[in-house]
């Protein structure tokens, strides 16, 4: 998990308006909720191939983009947050639940 100085320094995500689909609101939602998604980690092994550090990272290029994994768990957490109300903490718990399992 992020401290809340690197929370902080973010890097900027790729803009929405690049992609098409369910890419594009996953990286507006990306947008939305940065400090939540930095607090996740993704379950595509991008750390092992890219060396990605959470699933923030996945967005400040075009990875994503290409990742169903991805797309599909910044999706759930925007959910998770936006309409269910969800802390960053639950949704990490959540997702680490749904995700580890199909590893």
Do not use: N, W
């Not at 809340?4 to 098409?20: D, M, N, Q, Y």
């Not at 939540?36 to 990875?63: M, N, R, W």
Request: hydrophobic content about 35%; overall charge neutral.
């Amino acid at each position: 998990m992020k401290t809340a100085a690197e929370l902080k320094g973010l890097a900027p995500t790729l803009a929405p308006e690049s992609f098409a689909g369910k890419s594009r609101l996953a990286y507006q939602a990306v947008r939305e909720i940065p400090r939540t998604i930095a607090q996740l980690p993704c379950y595509c092994h991008c750390d092992v191939g890219f060396g990605h550090k959470s699933l923030h990272t996945c967005f400040e290029d075009d990875h994503a983009s290409h990742c169903a994994v991805c797309v599909d768990e910044a999706l759930l957490a925007y959910k998770l947050q936006k309409e269910d109300g969800l802390k960053p903490d639950q949704i990490r718990e959540l997702i680490v639940a749904q995700y580890s399992r199909a590893q």
